[in-house]
């Protein structure tokens, strides 16, 4: 089996920042399809679920953006971008039916929402929510940092790692306009709550990840609400003590595609460890390995095979694992490209579900964090960005690289794991 994704990275827009990969499922090998320049710091990257149009975050301070582009032909094609009145977008995610996207902007703390047309592309913003208050890390949690967003049972939960909870919100259709409905989660100070997971296996669970800590947190919802079930640390046993702590951050965590096994990386320690999930929702420790590089800010799960980006070291690596123990090996050799930082798979085009409910996965973001933020702001040789209603062109138009043999509009996997957008929320990755 051949698996297609897409990588972004923190290239700035005069290298090439976008590539599409494929994965060899028997062997583990890597061979690049192609890449574009054109685009600062598309450190996230999302699928629409009709195949045809992908957007990517623009992380900048203090104008952030989403970038929108055709996937009708081989190479993606820059369409044009929108201002999420916001500072160093991070992460993206879309409304079960694909009516909505989600840009979650970091150093401003703030969440904006993206109105899509029939076709997928966004039509204006309806609506930006400010969070305000800070945390007890006096550099990393000086303010709120909005890392994440998912859609869960109708709810868009909002991971904010500065404010130490995952506050959520309903979605108005009609007006586009969000509403507070409290927070669903609030962690012990310092926790940092980055990204989190879900999978149809484990219904009723929600698996955090703090990245200040290397925590990570079972969650069990108890009507409107969540309650700890659990807190095991996702550091190596070698990677231990309050210094090793310090000088971690917590980066990605997705599932298995069949549920049974759940992976977190970590920077710093530069591993990632693996969990086994029992039937009752609680992790067990399996197994931590090298990333195979510096700063494994976000992985793809695969088959047998987990591909790593390795912000800090420039590379791409592959981790094979057994699929019921859950051990893991990396395999020789790595892939270089510049500051890889978001794995994207590329998925069957099925129809969209009519109705909100349970959306797709999640993903990871942030690089080996600086003292005070692990989103590093670029300046942008792009001309300005377009708000409001978005235009139907531009000149802003990526050179492109191409590489060896015709890349299908998608490839055939099953489907069904977290980071699938037909799961009961965004991610992943995605």
Not at 1 to 20: C, K, Q, T
Not at 73 to 87: H, K
Not at 170 to 192: H, I, M, N, Q
Request: hydrophobic share 35%; net charge negative; glycine share 10%.
């Amino acid at each position: 089996m051949l698996y297609d994704f897409y990588v972004g990275s923190y290239a700035p827009a005069d290298h090439e920042s976008i590539y599409r990969y494929q994965l060899n499922g028997e062997t583990g090998a890597l061979v690049r399809k192609c890449a574009i320049k054109g685009v600062d710091n598309p450190s996230w990257l999302l699928l629409h679920p009709n195949g045809k149009l992908m957007y990517s975050v623009e992380e900048l301070n203090p104008d952030g953006r989403v970038a929108v582009y055709s996937l009708e032909n081989d190479v993606p094609e820059y369409l044009f971008s929108l201002e999420t009145e916001g500072a160093d977008p991070c992460h993206l995610s879309l409304s079960p039916d694909g009516s909505f996207l989600f840009a979650a902007n970091y150093s401003s703390g703030s969440l904006s929402v993206f109105r899509l047309d029939s076709s997928g592309r966004p039509e204006g913003m309806s609506d930006c929510r400010q969070h305000t208050g800070k945390g007890c890390h006096p550099k990393r949690q000086e303010g709120p940092h909005v890392h994440f967003t998912r859609m869960i049972d109708g709810l868009l939960c909002v991971c904010d790692l500065g404010l130490d909870c995952i506050a959520a919100y309903s979605l108005d259709e009609a007006a586009g306009r969000l509403t507070e409905r409290g927070k669903v989660f609030c962690f012990p100070g310092g926790y940092g709550p980055r990204h989190l997971a879900v999978h149809d296996a484990h219904k009723g669970f929600v698996y955090v990840i703090g990245e200040l800590t290397g925590d990570l947190c079972v969650l069990h919802r108890n009507g409107s609400q969540y309650e700890l079930l659990q807190r095991i640390s996702s550091l190596p046993e070698y990677f231990a003590g309050e210094e090793a702590t310090e000088e971690n951050t917590a980066a990605a965590i997705r599932f298995s595609e069949n549920g049974r096994l759940l992976f977190v990386s970590n920077r710093g320690a530069d591993s990632v460890t693996s969990f086994f999930v029992r039937a009752d929702g609680k992790a067990e420790k399996v197994d931590s390995v090298s990333s195979g590089g510096n700063g494994p800010r976000d992985f793809a799960v695969f088959g047998k095979y987990i591909v790593v980006a390795n912000q800090h070291s420039d590379n791409l690596s592959v981790l094979e694992f057994e699929p019921e123990s859950g051990k893991m090996k990396r395999l020789a050799g790595s892939e270089p490209l510049t500051k890889p930082a978001v794995i994207t798979r590329i998925r069957p085009v099925l129809p969209v579900p009519a109705a909100s409910g349970h959306a797709p996965a999640a993903s990871g973001h942030s690089g080996h964090a600086p003292a005070t933020s692990d989103h590093a702001p670029a300046t942008s040789g792009h001309a300005p960005a377009a708000s409001g209603h978005a235009p139907a062109a531009s000149s802003h138009a990526p050179a492109v690289s191409g590489h060896s043999g015709h890349v299908p509009a998608a490839s055939s996997h099953a489907p069904g794991e977290e980071g699938d957008w037909r799961l009961s929320s965004e991610e992943s990755g995605d």
